[in-house]
Each structure stands twice: as structure tokens, then as C-alpha cells.
């Protein structure tokens, strides 16, 4: 049974240019959370996707974008980029949006680091 | 006041002894409280949830709520050096949004 994988596991880009990041949740499950781990800090939830639609947001700007495809797979998108976007993405992937009970499981993360 | 807050730490303790980890949150309405261990430059792996007051065992990890006093803990019992890392504490307000601490760094000493 495979987890939460997510591709690629390390990028390099430059300041302004655009990335997508790619997450294919545990299977059985249909919902995908982002979130941002900057070096030190705890992950921040960045938006969570189910049935395609993007169902709840954190504190991010427009610059980050996803989309959730109809085989639960998802892509978070980060244009513009600045410096401060360097950090380790995180893929969580759940089931349902209505429980407060249900276990979030991570896949192994992508390292940004834009120079 | 941040939602949920945890000692940075870093915490070292030696083999065998147990240690303490704490976790305050700021909304009395968060129902579903969980630890995730995460190895350096790994991922959060998650290793006990708790939803209602008390504690809860499983293996040498018990996990303990106070809803009254917004308080989870995590106590490792016969700590081993593979259990040095950084322990994050998380709270789900709904939805399945989870809310982190910073995370305690704990170091096991041989």
C-alpha cells in the first residue's frame, strides 16, 4: 500500500521564476493539505483540496496556487518566487474534510531553495 | 497569541529516563490533538493522537489532555537515542487543518 509520495524531492530555482510541486495521496484517501516548513518552524497550512476544489486556505498569498485532479492527486504552484519561499513543502493527505478526528499522513516533502 | 505553542527546547535527557514534552493551545474549541515525531531533513511521522481527557498509551509513548487547562503532553518511558528528534505537537480545529507548534527538539544521550 503505497503512502503519500510527492515528486520532486529537492529543486533550485531563481527569484521570480514559477514551480509546481506534485503530491499523490495514500491511497483510499481523496483529500490533500499543503503546507510550508521553513527551517526551525513548524509546517503551516497552506490550502487543503477535495473533490477538485480547493476547500480551505491559510494565511498565503495569490502566488500559491493548486489543483486537485479526479485522481486525488494535486499540485501545488508557486509563481513569483521570492527568497522567503525556500523552505520544505509537505503533502498530507486525509479522508473527508468533515471529521476532526481523521490522521493526516505526509509524504517525505519537496526542499525548495530559491537563490 | 499563537495557537499552539510548544517549549523549542532543546530537550536532553539519558537513556532510559523518560521525557516530557508539552504543548498549550489557544482554542478551547480544538477537539483532535496529535504528536508527530520528524528526523532531521525527514518528514513528520505521526506517532499519537488523543481526542479525549485523559491519557493514552501505546508502547513506551502516552500521550495526556487537559481540555480544561488547554494542555497536551507526550512522555517517552525508557528513552533510546533513535528517539532524538524533533517532536511537533498539532491541533485539528476542523477540517483537518492542523495547526503546529515549532516543534521541542529532543536529545537522547547513550
Known amino acids: 500500500d503505497a503512502g503519500v509520495t510527492q515528486s520532486p524531492t529537492h529543486l533550485i530555482k531563481t527569484r521570480g521564476q514559477q514551480v509546481t510541486l506534485r503530491c499523490s495521496p495514500k491511497?483510499?484517501?481523496?483529500?490533500v493539505s499543503w503546507y510550508q516548513q521553513a527551517l526551525g518552524q513548524g509546517p503551516q497550512f497552506i490550502f487543503q483540496?477535495?473533490?477538485?476544489?480547493?476547500?480551505q486556505r491559510g494565511n498565503f498569498p495569490d502566488r500559491f496556487s493548486g489543483h486537485q485532479f479526479p485522481n486525488y492527486s494535486s499540485e501545488l504552484n508557486v509563481n513569483a518566487l521570492l527568497l522567503g519561499d525556500s523552505a520544505l513543502y509537505l503533502c498530507?493527505?486525509?479522508?473527508?474534510?468533515?471529521?476532526?478526528?481523521?490522521?493526516?499522513?505526509f509524504g517525505s516533502g519537496t526542499q525548495l531553495s530559491v537563490l | 497569541q499563537k495557537e499552539v505553542e510548544q517549549n523549542s527546547g532543546p530537550l536532553s535527557v539519558p537513556e532510559g529516563a523518560i521525557a516530557s514534552l508539552n504543548c498549550t493551545y489557544s482554542?478551547?474549541?480544538?477537539?483532535?490533538f496529535f504528536w508527530y515525531r520528524q528526523y532531521s531533513g525527514k518528514s513528520p511521522e505521526l506517532i499519537m493522537s488523543?481526542?479525549?481527557?485523559g491519557d493514552k498509551e501505546d508502547g513506551r509513548f502516552t500521550a495526556q489532555l487537559n481540555k480544561a487547562s488547554q494542555y497536551v503532553s507526550l512522555l517517552i518511558r525508557d528513552s533510546q537515542p533513535s528517539d532524538s528528534a524533533t517532536y511537533l505537537c498539532?491541533?485539528?480545529?476542523?477540517?483537518?487543518?492542523?495547526?503546529f507548534g515549532t516543534g521541542t527538539r529532543l536529545t537522547v544521550i547513550p
Open positions: 491511497s483510499g484517501h481523496d483529500t
Open positions: 483540496y477535495y473533490e477538485e476544489e480547493e476547500r
Open positions: 482554542d478551547r474549541g480544538s477537539q483532535s
Open positions: 498539532a491541533v485539528n480545529k476542523g477540517a483537518n487543518n492542523l495547526f
Open positions: 498530507a493527505s486525509s479522508y473527508g474534510t468533515g471529521s476532526t478526528n481523521e490522521k493526516l499522513f
Open positions: 488523543i481526542y479525549s481527557n
